[in-house]
Nanobody, 127 residues
Framework: QVQLVESGGGLVQAGGSLRLSCAAS????????MGWFRQVPGKENEFVAV????????YYADSVKGRFTISRDNAKNTVYLQMNSLKPEDTAHYYC????????????????????WGQGTQVTVSS
């Protein structure tokens, strides 16, 4: 099992920044990728960003490219999401997730790719 704990959410004005953290514990050696998703009540869970643990490849949703950056601290088994130039439409509950390897070249931008999820942290951007 892998446990994920997010932190860093909050209320920020449009144009501001926040950094989310996701600390992984447990069987972290089974993790191939860690991603961030977000969800607004009544809407589908939306892919935000992912980092592949082996090689460090990163992928982003078009809606956050150029504004958000995913990074990691291997020693701390922690992944970060730096969010800059925040917009009111970025308001959502943000979830961290961890995926095992599939060895098929997938990007890991789908909810179904992930086996473990954190409880999430709320990000609210005021206009």
């Amino acid at each position: 099992q892998v446990q994920l704990v997010e932190s860093g959410g909050g209320l920020v004005q449009a144009g501001g920044s926040l950094r989310l953290s996701c600390a992984a514990s447990g069987r972290t050696f089974t993790i191939y990728a860690m991603g961030w998703f977000r969800q607004v009540p009544g809407k589908e869970n939306e892919f935000v960003a992912v980092m592949h643990w082996n090689g460090g490849s990163t992928y982003y949703a078009d809606s956050v490219k150029g504004r958000f950056t995913i990074s990691r601290d291997n020693a701390k088994n922690t992944v970060y999401l730096q969010m800059n130039s925040l917009k009111p439409e970025d308001t959502a509950h943000y979830y961290c997730a961890a995926a095992p390897p599939y060895y098929d070249g997938r990007i890991y931008d789908r909810k179904g790719d992930y086996s473990y999820w954190g409880q999430g942290t709320q990000v609210t951007v005021s206009s």
